[in-house]
């Protein structure tokens, strides 16, 4: 009996699954609404035909409106058409775009979003081309502030790329770049996935530059876009192998340019590549010739002699330990005239290999607060004092961290509110903490209500006015 009841119940959930499939890719063929769903599509399809979203938003509002509702009543009498043409989910998707552009309530824009991303759900369902469709997906996904670096969209770029292959469109790989990136900062993704899933990315990308005669400019542009991204993290998550391959070109187009082949060599020690290596032999061998060669250059003097000069070089070319010390000599140089915006921008620097390169947030944090006090109307400095709290309080208990995350935000509004420079800058780690703010409940628990003034402890000090993620 047990078992009996099982399968009633199996079967009865198979015919509701059935039924909302076949629902939702019903065709206007032999209905009595054929007529009808048909002229619709016509009439919205006369408008829309050929034009991109931004061709759609130059509409006028008359035209628009003929175009939405005619493609809302054909959709939703019959949403895959004759069965032959997606267009009632691809137009459908354009359309809502253009509405959700233009829409300014938070609420409203969300339930489009959801309604865009069902339309790719039903047309995977109704006309397959799974993997081209969970590209655009994830792709609008990404730029949507509702879902931007969340891991339902990672989810679904990585289901695209893995199913795509090379056929992978070229406009993943930027995102991938970015997400990838953060959630490797953020300890969400560990170092064998993101190495894996941007090598795969990697390979595509260098697959369509050999042999998409159409794309193949656009896939090496979007890599390069994606290496940018990636290039935060790329120490922490890449061997010597990935950076022999990357940098090992630079030193055989430029085998006698002193900077060049120290920065290959040192970058390459550092990756981990064996020193008794053949190649690393001989670039080593190249680069002690090319130094004695301008050791009494000009450019070696003016290094010798200027520690301000010496530690921006030294910066760029990787030697974290050796630019802080001449940072420091720099600032305590009799010899160096600075103004307070000069040594605003040398505490900045010391304050961002601290933080970045070092993972000393304490002497990050000293840095960044000396550079903010020195000059107004720079927001940088700010940003980092954010990127600071948000690190330190990573190693506090839950509800000091959410506090810390607020301190943090405070600090990438100010940024942006003296200098507009840096508002994209700041409005990117806005959206990205925002889903580790405190819980209404965790301030209940602690009978900690919203606007009320706290103080963060766990190293910080600050006091930060209580927000709740809604």
């Keep these: ?211 998409n005669d159409t794309y193949g400019q656009y896939y090496k542009d979007s890599k390069a876009r994606m290496d940018n991204a990636f290039k935060e993290v790329e120490d922490d998550v890449f061997d010597c192998g990935y950076f022999k391959k990357k940098l090992m070109p630079q030193y055989e187009e430029s085998p006698n340019d002193l900077e060049v082949v120290k920065y290959v060599y040192v970058k390459l020690r550092q990756q981990g590549c064996d020193s008794t290596e053949t190649f690393m032999q001989d670039m080593k061998a190249s680069y002690e010739q090319l130094a004695k060669a301008v050791n009494d250059s000009l450019e070696i003097a003016r290094r010798e002699r200027n520690a301000c000069y010496d530690a921006t070089q030294l910066q760029k070319e990787g030697d974290y330990s050796a630019a802080l010390s001449r940072y420091e000599e720099c600032l305590n140089s009799s010899d160096q005239e600075m103004d307070d915006e000069g040594k605003a921008q040398i505490y900045y620097s010391i304050a961002s290999i601290q933080l970045y390169r070092k993972n000393n947030t304490g002497a990050a944090l000293s840095a960044a607060r000396k550079a903010a006090s020195l000059t107004s109307g720079w927001g940088r400095p700010y940003l980092l004092v954010g990127d600071c709290y948000a690190k330190m309080g990573r190693n506090c208990d839950d509800w000091t961290s959410r506090l810390a995350i607020l301190a943090a935000m405070e600090k990438y509004r100010y940024a942006k509110s003296v200098d507009g420079e840096v508002a994209e800058d700041a409005d990117k780690r806005l959206s990205q903490y925002y889903a580790a703010m405190p819980e209404k409940q965790e301030g209940f628990m602690r009978n900690v209500s919203a606007g009320q003034q706290v103080t963060v402890g766990c190293g910080i000090g600050e006091t930060v006015t209580v927000r709740f993620k809604d």
């Excluded at 509702?69 to 809502?96: C, M, T, V």
């Excluded at 409203?108 to 039903?122: C, M, N, P, V």
């Design 1 to 211: 009996m047990k078992e009996l009841r099982i399968s009633l119940i199996a079967l009865s959930l198979s015919v509701l699954f059935t039924t909302a499939v076949g629902a939702q890719c019903e065709t206007w063929n032999g209905k009595p609404f054929e007529e009808e769903a048909s002229n619709a599509h016509v009439l919205y399809r006369g408008v829309v035909k050929g034009k991109t979203v931004a061709d759609l938003e130059a509409l006028s509002d008359a035209e628009f409106k003929i175009a939405y509702e005619n493609w809302e009543k054909a959709y939703k009498l019959a949403p895959a058409a004759d069965g032959q043409r997606p267009s009632h989910f691809s137009d459908g998707i354009d359309l809502l775009k253009v509405k959700y552009k233009k829409t300014t309530d938070a609420e409203a824009k969300k339930a489009i979003a959801e309604r865009i991303l069902g339309l790719y759900d039903q047309q995977i369902e109704c006309y397959e081309n799974e993997a081209f469709l969970l590209g655009r997906k994830g792709f609008d996904m990404f730029y949507m502030p509702e879902y931007g670096f969340r891991q339902s969209t990672y989810d679904v770029l990585k289901a695209a790329v893995e199913k795509g292959g090379n056929d992978a469109e070229y406009i993943l790989l930027e995102p991938m770049g970015q997400i990838l990136a953060y959630f490797f900062k953020s300890g969400k993704i560990e170092q064998p996935e993101a190495q894996q899933m941007y090598s795969t990315l990697e390979a595509i990308a260098e697959y369509n530059q050999e042999n």
